[in-house]
């Protein structure tokens, strides 16, 4: 049978005390929703979770004093998941639901998973960290497993799907100069990180090791073409495809050919199909890319869609389904969107300049990170250079300088959207 201890053990009281944090944490708008009926499949869940046994009888614990379990419940999963850290060290319960599968389904089908940016630092150990936005903090992963974690980690690419990332492919290479003569591994492996569990794992195998190829995600399955690997000097023209959600045979499907090789390429989602562009993008005899339509499963050639370069431009980015984004680096970052109707490009803005205080003129930034999320840009990380003169011995010296500083701009047209610039700083990570 089960029976309800009504005192107040010391992990308790610590829920009830932090239960007047919650209502600050939680979003303005109906935070609660008293009036919704409770959610009827939790109700086993729960009651498998939260009867703890005590004294040869089972004892329920709420899972905050003095509120149902299920208006308890709707209190933590409204809670960003930025903040986990801190609600898991109120109690073991707490903990404990925290962490398990019940409270991560439950946020995903009221929409309260959240979004969050991932960033693979420039540490030799290959340290991944998140940002949560609506948190406003930096996160520090756990370590990720790898037979070369000392290795430097390129070409690989990396998509969200649900509620967990991928880290597909790429090649590993040592960062030590004395040791260039040793060829890159390319690798097929794939890495898959849970922000529930906190844990990282691996999942299927691509069917061929590839790096610097393109990716995209497009209605919840990955796809990947070209790319190179050592047996393929000119680049690959196969395809695959992987369904992490539904396939339960966890292996990747071979998807046709495309009509050409594509080495150093990017790919995005853009109306539905997958759309490679190659290195070459932007010459006038080689300026193509590939388009793979997923309901017939063929690919066609288009012409003149990207022009830019891919030279020292940045990755494209879609928000909704259609509206493109890319920065294009020919002597100042511009920000640039597609006309969809008309096909043409135009500026909205410029990334920011970096303003130092003891410099005489703001400061461009380079080899950041272009990320889109939800209706909002985001640019990361950055360096720049910073230039004193010597006046009495003629000399100018120039110092590379880590950017740790948030800038932000907003920029307009017909619509206003914000482009915020989070950079790296170590002072905002927390406990993930």
């Not at 991560?104 to 940016?117: E, M, P, T, V």
């Not at 998140?130 to 037979?147: E, F, G, R």
């Not at 990747?252 to 995005?268: A, I, S």
């Not at 500083?405 to 790296?424: A, D, E």
Request: with cysteine.
């Amino acid at each position: 049978m089960a029976a309800y201890d009504t005192r107040l053990t010391p992990e308790l009281q610590a829920e009830a005390t932090f239960l007047a944090i919650l209502f600050f944490l939680l979003p303005p708008s109906n935070p609660l929703a008293l009036s919704e009926n409770p959610d009827p499949s939790f109700r086993f869940e729960r009651n498998r979770m939260l009867y703890f046994p005590h004294g040869g009888e089972f004892v329920h614990q709420p899972i905050i004093p003095g509120l149902p379990d299920d208006l308890a419940l709707r209190c933590l999963a409204k809670v960003s998941h930025g903040y986990h850290g801190a609600l898991q060290t109120v109690s073991k319960s707490w903990r404990r639901l925290l962490s398990s599968s019940d409270y991560a389904n439950y946020k995903a089908k009221h929409g309260w998973i959240g979004d969050w940016l991932f960033v693979l630092t420039e540490r030799s150990d290959n340290h991944w960290i998140a940002y949560d936005p609506q948190a406003d903090i930096w996160h520090p992963l756990p370590k990720i497993p790898m037979s070369h974690s000392h290795w430097q980690h390129s070409g690989f690419s990396c998509v969200c799907v649900s509620t967990c990332l991928l880290v597909i492919g790429g090649s590993y290479a040592p960062h030590d100069p004395a040791l260039s003569h040793i060829k890159p591994l390319i690798t097929n492996h794939v890495l898959q990180f849970d922000p529930f569990k906190k844990q990282w794992t691996t999942v299927a195998s691509m069917r061929t090791p590839r790096s610097h190829f393109a990716c995209s995600v497009i209605s919840g399955k990955v796809y990947v073409a070209g790319g190179r690997n050592s047996s393929s000097s000119s680049g690959l023209k196969l395809a695959e495809v992987y369904d992490p959600l539904t396939d339960r045979s966890f292996r990747w499907e071979e998807l046709p050919p495309m009509h050409h090789p594509q080495m150093d390429c990017l790919g995005l989602s853009y109306k539905g199909k997958l759309h490679v562009l190659n290195d070459l993008v932007g010459l006038a005899d080689r300026n193509r890319s590939e388009v793979f339509n997923p309901l017939n499963s063929t690919w066609c050639i288009v012409e003149d869609t990207w022009p830019f370069s891919r030279a020292m431009q940045f990755s494209v980015q879609v928000i909704g389904d259609a509206q493109v984004y890319t920065v294009v680096d020919w002597g100042e970052s511009l920000i640039k969107t597609r006309d969809n109707e008309k096909g043409d490009w135009y500026n909205v803005g410029s990334v920011p300049p970096i303003i130092l205080s003891d410099h005489y003129r703001p400061v461009e930034a380079f080899g950041y990170g272009f990320a889109a999320l939800k209706n909002k840009l985001y640019v990361l990380g950055g360096t720049a250079l910073s230039y004193t003169i010597e006046m009495e011995r003629n000399k100018t010296n120039v110092q590379a300088i880590k950017w740790l500083h948030p800038r932000m701009c907003i920029l307009g047209r017909i619509n206003f959207f914000m482009i915020k610039v989070v950079l790296l700083n170590e002072a905002k990570q927390r406990r993930l």
